[in-house]
């Protein structure tokens, strides 16, 4: 069953280019509610624990050398249908590949700094969600 909750960061390359605003204007102009946000940068460490799911993968190490490169800014954003509905606004992982208007279409400047990450799943938006944001964050 779907949830209305989703996880996004924007990602070290998009904050540092400056489009954090548009960024953030754009998921609140398509109707998503952010319910928590701060601007954090990722150490080795925590990058690589929340991209173990990818550890075996060979882009790993790249992954997280890019993910702690800089500051972040992690959101939890609520709208019915959530997930999908990030998943379409952001657009495919290769911006080339992204449909027109979409955030990574925009803002991406390769398919590894792709802008923004968005959960792909319920469950990983929850899971993802609570690695960086306590209960009491979230409002």
Do not use: C, W
């Not at 754009?26 to 624990?49: D, E, P, Y």
């Not at 550890?55 to 790993?60: M, V």
């Not at 379409?88 to 208007?101: H, K, Q, R, V």
């Amino acid at each position: 069953m779907a949830t209305n909750r989703t996880f996004t960061m924007i990602k070290p390359t998009a904050v540092k280019n400056g489009h954090s605003g548009a960024i953030l204007a754009q998921i609140q102009a398509a109707g998503f509610r952010i319910v928590a946000m701060k601007k954090t940068q990722l150490t080795i460490a925590a990058a690589g624990q929340f991209y173990a799911v990818h550890k075996e993968r060979p882009f790993y190490g790249e992954l997280v050398e890019f993910m702690s490169s800089g500051p972040i800014i992690a959101a939890i954003l609520e709208k019915d249908n959530a997930v999908a509905d990030f998943r379409t606004l952001i657009g495919a992982t290769n911006p080339a590949d992204a449909a027109e208007g979409t955030i990574r279409a925009k803002y991406a400047t390769s398919i590894g700094e792709n802008a923004v990450h968005g959960s792909d799943s319920d469950e990983n938006a929850t899971i993802e969600s609570e690695f960086h944001f306590a209960g009491t964050e979230q409002f």
